[in-house]
T-cell receptor, first 118, second 112 residues
């Protein structure tokens, strides 16, 4: 299956700093990428959907100025957590989907990034 | 509101048992449904994908069924092994920008 690489896998930062997480589709063009957040023992919650070359669509309750998403190319999307605070500590997972629409066009997931804000 | 619910939240079984994980969804107008496996601290591994027109999919010891009319899917694991221990997530794909809606997951522990 298709490969999605997410980097870094784990990051520790000080409160007030910004952290950037990268999501790359290695062997296909990802016209749409999704960013999820997962708290311990809980399911994945969609944060935002980004289409290449356009602004991301954020889910209700997600601060777009806090979680900056850039999808400037068909193989790369980035999530920047600005002015991170301890409550932003979580597991962030990206997924990517190719161009063709339909029931067989599925999302491929990255391995996730664990963010710890001290 | 489109919701996905998984029962039970946690399950512990002895090795060798056959088991069933349940997933229910509130809106039957789905595109497809996926079952994922997630190991602690890791990303998602796709196990099975069932299209809306299908009733079941099989892969090795895994069998997933889909009943759209009742809004349910089950994941059947035959002859469970300790290596099957993980959290299993059900996700439904609706036509709303293509986003997946996830259930809360079932944490499975298979004891040797």
């Amino acid at each position: 299956g298709a490969v999605v690489s997410q980097h870094p896998s784990w990051v520790i930062c000080k409160s007030g700093t910004s952290v950037k997480i990268e999501c790359r589709s290695l062997d296909f063009q990802a016209t749409t990428m999704f960013w999820y957040r997962q708290f311990p023992k809980q399911s994945l919650m969609l944060m935002a959907t980004s289409n290449e070359g356009s602004k991301a669509t954020y889910e209700q309750g997600v601060e777009k100025d806090k979680f900056l998403i850039n999808h400037a190319s068909l193989t790369l999307s980035t999530l920047t957590v600005t002015s991170a605070h301890p409550e932003d500590s979580s597991f962030y997972i990206c997924s990517a989907r190719g161009a063709s629409w339909g029931p067989k066009n599925i999302q491929y997931f990255g391995a996730g990034t664990r963010l710890s804000v001290l | 509101k489109q919701e996905v619910t998984q029962i039970p939240a946690a399950l512990s079984v002895p090795e060798g048992e056959n088991l069933v994980l349940n997933c229910s969804f509130t809106d039957s107008a789905i595109y497809n449904l996926q079952w994922f496996r997630q190991d602690p601290g890791k990303g998602l591994t796709s196990l099975l994908l069932i299209q809306s027109s299908q009733r079941e999919q099989t892969s090795g010891r895994l069998n997933a069924s889909l009943d759209k009319s009742s809004g349910r899917s089950t994941l059947y694991i035959a002859a469970s092994q300790p290596g099957d221990s993980a959290t299993y997530l059900c996700a439904v794909h609706y036509n709303q920008g293509g986003k997946l809606i996830f259930g809360q997951g079932t944490e499975l522990s298979v004891k040797p």
